[in-house]
């Protein structure tokens, strides 16, 4: 979902949202919050969760979402981790991650998926595939990519497989490319 509009109250950008039978979630790029709107009516905000900042109530360029059993998880980019937020209310129920290079740090978490069971990040600027465990936090795996595979990166999680899509850029050309990681 990609919405860029006026309304008569303020400015949105509406980025990487997810939606079910009645409400669609997206990441506000300028507001930095959390926003869900009925998908009925996309003039009135149901719920609007978080601001700039780097606490757990803020956001700094939420960069993907992905939605579990759980709630949604979220990549915030510039504050290099990801959160947990309700799907009840959109509040905070917890986060992972700093900056750095080690393995419970990232540098450019550009991708989340979520399964029945674990969390998975693309981990653009240290080159890697983290998979999570959901109730504990604790890293089951990180597999190093080409960072060339994995710039800007979308990830979608089904029962079986990890499906991950990147652009690759070039000076010639442009292309989407998919990458399935069993």
């Known amino acids: 979902?990609?919405?860029?509009?006026?309304?008569?109250?303020?400015?949105?950008?509406?980025?990487?949202?997810?939606?079910?039978?009645?409400?669609?979630?997206?990441?506000d790029r300028e507001n930095d919050r959390l926003m869900t709107f009925k998908r009925t009516d996309l003039s009135t905000f149901s719920l609007t969760f978080g601001s700039i900042g780097a606490q757990t109530t803020n956001f700094n360029l939420i960069h993907a979402i992905s939605q579990y059993p759980g709630g949604?998880?979220?990549?915030?980019?510039?504050?290099?981790?990801?959160?947990?937020?309700?799907?009840?209310?959109?509040?905070f129920l917890k986060m992972f991650g700093q900056l750095g290079g080690g393995a419970?740090?990232?540098?450019?978490p550009t991708g989340v998926a979520a399964d029945g069971s674990f969390f998975y990040v693309s981990d653009e600027s240290n080159d890697r595939l983290?998979?999570?465990?959901?109730?504990?936090?604790g890293?089951?795996?990180?597999?190093?990519?080409?960072?060339?595979a994995i710039a800007d990166s979308s990830l979608v999680a089904s029962d079986k497989h990890l499906f991950l899509e990147y652009n690759s850029f070039s000076a010639q050309e442009f292309d989407t490319l998919n990458l399935i990681l069993e």
């Open 130 to 137: 983290t998979k999570i465990d959901q109730s504990t936090f």
């Open 72 to 91: 949604y998880l979220i990549s915030d980019l510039v504050n290099q981790r990801i959160k947990v937020h309700s799907t009840k209310n959109l509040g």
């Open 1 to 27: 979902i990609k919405q860029i509009t006026v309304t008569l109250q303020e400015h949105w950008d509406c980025v990487d949202g997810i939606m079910d039978e009645k409400t669609i979630i997206c990441g």
């Open 139 to 148: 890293i089951i795996a990180q597999i190093a990519v080409d960072h060339n």
């Open 104 to 108: 419970t740090s990232f540098h450019q």
